[in-house]
């Protein structure tokens, strides 16, 4: 097992455009999450995903914002009419029941880097 | 008010100190505390979960959560220059959401 994967690793796109990122998570996972983290700050939490099921949404995903997961594997995040604004590291999360406990371990992927000029 | 609050730092220490990071937070339904540690331009890695009030030990980590006040506590033992990074804790209800603390930079000098 390889861990989270993200694509791409950097993004550079000028304001107004649209954007597409990857995640896809530890095989078998079945909750996978999306996070922003800006500069100084912890990662906000974006929204999640029980296998294909969108679950919850933060406020901060604004109507620009749309995640999807087909079929319960990898996600997409995309972005339409960047703004500088959203310039920040976008991380996805995976997890599953650790077995013998409650809990659900989370476990990141590297990130994806965006800068809107 | 955030949810969670967490001294940016930096927090600088010799090798071989014994560090304490703390959080506190207001949301008393919270149930599930993390640490993680993350590299620089690398995802967060978690080091130490606990469910509820008490420790946990794991090593040179050992995780505190006194539920009373709102306050968790990581303490590492024996620092080493490889533990410098940014250390993050994170709370959960019920494992749908999580909130993060805007994480403590350390810096274990050789």
């Known amino acids: 097992d390889t861990g989270v994967s993200q694509d791409p690793r950097h993004k550079i796109t000028k304001r107004g455009q649209n954007v597409t990122f990857r995640c896809d998570p530890i095989s078998e996972h079945n909750r996978l999450y999306w996070y922003r983290q800006t500069l100084g700050q912890g990662p906000e939490f974006l929204t999640y995903?029980?296998?294909?099921?969108?679950?919850?949404k933060s406020r901060l995903l604004s109507d620009r914002f749309s995640a999807e997961r087909p079929k319960g594997s990898f996600s997409t995040l995309e972005i339409q009419r960047t703004e500088q604004g959203d310039s920040a590291m976008y991380l996805c999360a995976s997890s599953s029941r650790d077995r013998g406990s409650s809990s659900y371990e989370q476990y990141f992927g590297p990130g994806t880097r965006l800068t809107v000029t | 008010q955030k949810e969670v609050e967490q001294d940016p730092g930096p927090l600088s220490v010799p090798e071989g100190a014994i560090v304490s990071l703390n959080c506190t937070y207001s949301?008393?339904?919270?149930?599930?505390f993390m640490w993680y540690r993350q590299y620089s331009r690398k995802g967060p890695e978690l080091l130490m979960y606990t469910y509820s009030s008490g420790n946990k030990e794991d090593g040179r980590f050992t995780a505190q959560v006194d539920k009373s006040s709102k306050y968790i506590s990581l303490f590492i033992r024996d620092s080493q220059p490889s533990d410098s990074a940014t250390y993050l804790c994170?709370?959960?209800?019920?494992?749908?959401?999580?909130?993060f603390g805007s994480g403590t930079k350390l810096n274990v000098k050789p």
């Open positions: 995903f029980q296998n294909e099921a969108q679950l919850e």
């Open positions: 994170a709370m959960s209800q019920n494992f749908n959401k999580f909130y």
């Open positions: 949301n008393s339904a919270f149930q599930y």
